[in-house]
């Protein structure tokens, strides 16, 4: 099964999700995040909107600021 992983803001398309992979390209620069408990956090390069993915089935926890 495929999902696309695509910018909240702007549509651009980060990367595919097969199966437990999530698989992100961009040029020449290919990365596959493997197994199926991972978290992606990627800056879009159209409209610079942070973007998180996570491939476990629960959200994923906010990161606390420090301060």
Do not use: F
Request: overall charge negative; proline content about 6%; charged content about 25%.
């Amino acid at each position: 099964m495929e999902n696309e992983w695509r910018c909240r803001e702007c549509d651009t398309l980060l990367g595919v999700e097969r199966g437990p992979r999530l698989h992100l390209r961009y040029k020449q620069a290919q990365y596959v995040v493997d197994g199926g408990d991972y978290c992606v956090i990627a800056v879009c390069r159209n409209c610079s909107a942070v973007n998180e993915r996570s491939g476990t089935q629960e959200p994923p926890q906010p990161v606390a600021a420090s301060g």
